[in-house]
């Protein structure tokens, strides 16, 4: 069968060398082509941990991580690359140009496939407003882009890539609410058909997604729609009051 982007966590355990507790415990999920998982949760709950596992960042002790059936590590650094992208809880620019970092995943993309990706990552606005637009020259690290002007150009970045499987870490709490609601408006359209995985702080961010991970102590201690949880899941109904 072609490759759609499954995800599928089975009774995974992680723990960092040297410490006593897992962070990540016992989980198992999966998310689906064309639908969006939502993990939610406290920080220091695990999330930009189990979001790092699926690219190996590193591997687990236990259980298996597979994509569309075939284990993660048995995929090079280079495949998984091309077929899961994802934008960093504290996204990185490289010394370059505005065009040469959104290039980063797939350096064939032409410029209007560019000012796509920044019009649905609400970002076209300021690149416009940049004297050399695309051309601007962006520092090491990013130092002359402000940091919601950063996660902007990380989230461009990814849709430009076009992978099967986006991961966003935490990429719309930093946005204001109105800004927020036009990318996620726009997001469906522009990832369609790819397994899309949204970390997130706000509830309103997710109310929509398919599947909702409730994460506590490395735990998933709930999962279901919105209404779901909010109907059965006390974690998830203290995040909703909070
Ligand atoms: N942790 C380490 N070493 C690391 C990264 C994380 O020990 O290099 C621990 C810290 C925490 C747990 O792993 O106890 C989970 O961290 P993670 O970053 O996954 O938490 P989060 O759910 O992403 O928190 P936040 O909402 O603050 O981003
Ligand atoms: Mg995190």
């Known amino acids: 069968s072609p490759a759609a982007g499954q995800i599928k966590f089975e009774n995974v355990t992680f723990g960092f060398p040297g410490a006593e507790k897992p ?7 999966v998310a689906e082509p064309g639908k969006t998982t939502a993990i939610i949760g406290s920080t220091g709950a695990g999330k930009t941990v189990l979001l790092n ?17 075939a284990p993660v590590d048995a995929l090079t650094r280079a495949q998984l690359a091309r077929t899961v992208s994802l ?9 370059g140009t505005i065009a040469s970092n959104l290039r980063f995943g797939r ?3 032409n410029d209007a496939e560019l000012w796509e990706a920044l019009r649905v990552a609400q970002g076209e606005d300021f690149v416009r407003e940049k004297e050399l ?3 601007e020259p962006v520092s090491q690290g990013g130092t002359n882009v402000s940091g919601g ?9 990814a849709l430009v890539a076009k992978p099967l499987v986006y991961l966003f870490d935490d990429s719309f709490s930093a946005l204001d609410v109105a800004t927020d609601a036009r990318l ?23 109310t929509e997604a398919d599947q909702i991970l409730v994460m506590e102590g490395g735990e998933i201690v709930g999962r279901g729609t919105h209404d779901e949880l909010l109907a059965t899941n006390e974690v998830y109904q203290e995040i909703v009051r909070s």
């Open 23 to 29: 962070v990540i415990a016992d989980a198992s999920f």
């Open 53 to 69: 596992l699926m690219l190996r960042l590193y591997d687990p002790q236990e259980g298996s991580i597979t994509i569309d059936g």
């Open 87 to 95: 934008v960093p809880q504290r996204p990185y620019l490289f010394g």
């Open 107 to 109: 350096t064939d993309a």
């Open 133 to 135: 637009g695309l051309e």
């Open 149 to 157: 002007q950063r996660q902007r150009l990380s989230i461009a970045r």
């Open 184 to 206: 996620r408006a726009a997001l469906p359209d522009a990832t369609e058909g790819a397994t899309t995985i949204i970390v997130a702080q706000r509830v309103s961010t997710i």
